[in-house]
């Protein structure tokens, strides 16, 4: 099964940037649409953005459109997620998954792997 390391976050101040990566290894996710997902502890796990396996399609929550952008590139075998315009809201551990549409949302029906850890300071 395809592994996903995400990485990039870190510490960072209100109105600040930063740019996630997730990275695979073991088999291409060219053939998939992937998504970025957040989570807060104690909170269940939000949808962020998706991006279609051709990359002409994407998705984004409402708290955040404006502000992040998701791309992939599939030659790499990797997917991002810039982020700009930072609020301490946005502080939360990050994953990326392979995606379906379920109604109106989006979830994964593969296992979530560690993420990242962004943190915005007001």
């Known amino acids: 099964q395809v592994q996903l390391v995400e990485s990039g976050g870190g510490l960072v101040q209100a109105g600040g940037s930063l740019r996630l990566s997730c990275a695979a290894s073991?088999?291409?996710?060219?053939?998939?649409?992937m998504g970025w997902f957040r989570q807060v502890l104690g909170k269940e796990r939000e949808f962020v953005a998706a991006?279609?396996?051709?990359?002409?399609?994407?998705y984004y929550a409402d708290s955040v459109k404006g502000r992040f952008t998701i791309s992939r590139d599939n030659a790499k075998n990797t997917v991002y997620l810039q982020m700009n315009s930072l609020k301490p809201e946005d502080t939360a551990v990050y994953y990326c998954?392979?995606?379906?549409?379920?109604?109106?949302?989006?979830?994964?029906?593969?296992?979530w792997g560690k993420g990242t850890l962004v943190t915005v300071s007001s």
């Open positions: 998954n392979v995606v379906t549409q379920v109604g109106s949302g989006w979830s994964s029906m593969r296992d």
């Open positions: 073991g088999r291409t996710f060219s053939g998939y649409a």
């Open positions: 991006i279609s396996r051709s990359a002409v399609n994407t």
